[in-house]
């Protein structure tokens, strides 16, 4: 077997190694089945309970509170873009606040504007999306079918703090790419929703967690498939939905609550990582895409003096074993993506190529 490299891809990204190991293991014959996880039947009693304690363990983790439903759905965020207005704003005669704090944000708003009045509250595109609004700056509308932000820029690589204010219309978070970082105020949401190949597991399934309130206001019509009641009221099951990325989730799930301890030390341990990173750039030589006060936890976005430089620099940390570097073609530079399941090591070996880089190039 090829030994295993470093993998900062912003996604589908790491996963962590005993959850690689279960998957493994079950692979050929789930225990006392006989049948892998890839082919076996989501009308199965054993998908049955992978949904029941899926669920369990989210709410644990997240104190997800009882008028709340889980949902598990297919296509991802590009999906959720349009279903959202579909099922909130479509037929409601008032418009719907977005926040654009990066390039998702902005594919959020396209797809809005195909179904009623989209009021941009805020776009930080002047800037290429560096910074996140202070607080004078966001021209929220005096009533909103509601509020749709997303809470880390994966290719900008700003963040929000945990539960931003943004008024009392309903706030609706993408949050695919910082799901499960850290402690979260469910409460403070209407909707939240996550693809699920950054944090979350595997590519195929997209989580959806939604207040009850707001399955009430979605209108008659709507084709079945685009509408949250189907997923509701079926258990994510009205079609055969992902079992093996829902599985890989219960998985990476267990990994948190049994392995990491919870989402406090996950946050924890997601905080040191980051600023062993961040300590660098506050030197010279590197120039971070972020401001200080909103870098993400998840998202190192930084710059070299020269695109040389940064091709020298990618070469050098391949062959160190530290791949997917590249930064996104909007941003340039260098992204080192450090979800949940980048262990420390990565980290401190992507540090020391960067400090000694800097040494062999200032």
């Known amino acids: 077997m090829t030994p295993r490299v470093f993998n ?23 225990p006392g089945i006989g049948i892998s996880p890839l082919e076996i039947s989501h009308r199965h009693k054993w998908f049955d309970g992978v949904l029941a ?20 759905m297919q296509g991802g965020s590009n999906l959720q873009f349009s279903m959202l207005p579909m099922n909130f704003l479509r037929g409601t005669n008032l418009p719907a606040d977005y926040v654009v704090t990066g390039t998702w944000g902005s594919k959020a708003v ?7 009045t989209v009021n941009v509250a805020w776009d930080g595109k002047k ?40 008024g009392a219309a309903p706030l609706i978070a993408d949050m695919s790419s910082d799901f499960l970082c850290r402690p979260l105020d469910v409460s403070k949401y209407a909707l939240i929703y996550a693809c699920a190949q950054k944090n979350a597991g595997i590519a195929g399934v997209t989580i ?28 994510s099951v009205f079609n055969t939905p992902p079992v093996f990325a829902i599985y890989v989730f219960q998985l990476v799930l267990q990994w948190l609550k049994n392995d990491i301890g919870g989402l406090a030390k996950m946050q924890s341990r ?20 972020a401001a ?14 020269s695109e040389e430089l940064e091709k020298a620099f990618i070469k050098g940390a391949e062959a160190r074993q530290l791949f997917e570097l590249k930064g996104h073609r909007s941003v340039g530079g260098m992204r080192a993506s450090i979800y949940n399941a980048m262990p420390l090591e990565g980290v401190r070996l992507l540090r020391d190529w960067m400090v000694e880089f800097r040494g062999q190039h200032a």
């Open 208 to 235: 959806a967690i939604i207040r009850d309130d707001l399955l009430e206001r979605i209108p008659a019509g709507l084709p079945t498939m685009l509408d949250y009641r189907t997923f509701s009221k079926n258990d």
């Open 127 to 166: 800037s290429n999306y560096n910074h996140l609004p202070p607080a004078a700056e966001v021209r929220l509308s005096p009533q909103a079918a509601y509020t749709h932000i997303t809470t880390n820029e994966t290719i900008q690589g700003v963040q929000f703090p945990a539960n931003p204010d943004f």
């Open 270 to 289: 997601n905080v040191e990582k980051c600023q062993l990173l961040y300590e660098v750039l506050d030197g010279k030589f590197y120039e971070g895409h």
């Open 110 to 116: 396209a797809e809005a504007q195909r179904e009623g």
């Open 53 to 72: 304690t899926t669920k369990s363990l989210m709410r644990e983790l997240l104190g997800i509170p009882a008028n709340y439903q889980i949902v598990f």
């Open 292 to 305: 200080t006060d909103c870098r993400s936890l998840m998202n190192v976005t930084f710059r070299l003096p």
């Open 8 to 30: 900062f891809s912003p996604g589908p990204a790491v996963l962590p190694l005993s959850v690689l190991e279960q998957a493994q293991r079950d692979m050929l014959g789930l």
